[in-house]
């Protein structure tokens, strides 16, 4: 039974410390190794299962069963051992001589294993129980014990060579997987040295553990701020800064949703036209007029600071209005205008603006509230134009 404990506490504590890791998702495998991570972590859950069943096996002396357990003990050691090599081969992504060599080697001592394992019904080479029931370990065994120290000391050495050469966080990486390889060609050889305790699954544990604290999670969490950036990225206009088209659409379709629901029951529309913005482009040329679209943005989001602005054209955009800015509408939009009508006798930029709001019952979707406040800004800016003529 304390051997049992052991492995049963060594498969709590495994699957708490990497039930992210355990799991199939595109997140998961941000890189193949990953997935090849996951599945060096099943096969050291086989393996720890089938050693708790050898502990509780082996304290009633139920010999056949306990030696086909046996079996089916070092056939998943032996997988894990072959899973690691693939893990390190592709978190190195070594394709060449060296992840060949590690992947071929693997292979190797999963054959002897084997075919050891194989002549062990007839010739105890590997294992086997004397009269009085107890487990008596062969020659083979310590072979095929002797070959994965060998194997995960050199994946060790060689992934820390690497790590000396690396730098920032990849360089701690490489070293945390050197040195979890350590502590499992550690645990193999006190395995060998101590057979009835059980010292693989106890280094298994500690150096799942240190990958996931030191390595999975790291990069989990930086591939979640590279794809945070990259969707802030995809939603942005490239121009002027604020939201673009595409997250426009999403605003409208969260829009509609939301009164569907009842969550939302008022929200105002404020859409903007550049004017100018042709003749800015034909006689000073596209730089100037990129220049000047930036300054009619900065002139928007100056006013609507609470709320999204969206360029959803060449020289449109669109503010959504909830909350603060919703409650000043009328007065963010006469001071806007006061600034536009300023601007015009100063010879800067000049901004059209038209603002309406959703009418429960009467409006059916969002463009009716839109084409309301387009039309208004139409209606300025024809008048802008006449007054600046």
Known sequence: MYYASIGMLSLAVLLIINFEALKASPQNDIHVAHARYRHFLFAVMAYMVSDILWGFLYDQRWIIPTYADTVAFFVMMIVSVLLWTRFVAAYLENKGRFGKLLIGSGWLIVTFEIIALIINFFIPIFFGFNEEKEYVPGFARYITLFAQMILFLATSIYTLAIAIKAEGKEKAHHRTIGFSGIVMTTF??????????????????????????????????????????????????????????????????????????????????????????????????????????????????????????????????????????????????????????????????????????????????????????????????????????
């Not at 003749?279 to 007029?289: I, L, R």
């Open 188 to 389: 193999i050889a006190l395995q060998t040295l101590y057979p009835l305790l059980p010292l693989y699954a106890v280094g298994c544990l500690l150096a799942t553990c240190m990958i996931h604290s030191f390595v999975y999670k790291d990069e989990t969490m930086e591939h979640s701020l590279e794809m945070g950036t990259a969707k802030r990225m995809a939603y942005r206009d490239p121009l002027t800064g604020v939201k673009n088209k595409l997250s426009y659409l999403e605003a409208l379709r969260s829009i509609e949703t939301r009164l569907e629901s009842g969550e939302l029951k008022s929200y105002g529309v404020v859409v903007f036209d550049i004017n100018g913005l042709k003749q800015v482009n034909d006689t000073q040329g596209h730089e100037a007029g990129d220049e000047y679209i930036r300054n009619g943005c900065s002139a928007i989001c100056m006013y609507y600071k609470h709320s999204p602005v969206f360029r959803i054209g060449g020289d449109e955009f669109t503010v959504i209005l909830e909350g603060e800015d919703y409650a000043n509408r009328e007065e963010l939009i006469l001071a806007f205008d006061e600034e536009m009508n300023a601007n015009r006798k100063n010879g800067l930029v000049v901004v059209s603006s038209g603002m309406d709001i959703y009418r429960p019952g009467e409006d059916h979707s969002y463009n009716d509230v839109f084409k309301r406040a387009d039309k208004k800004m139409y209606e300025k800016k024809e008048r802008l134009k006449t007054a600046a003529s």
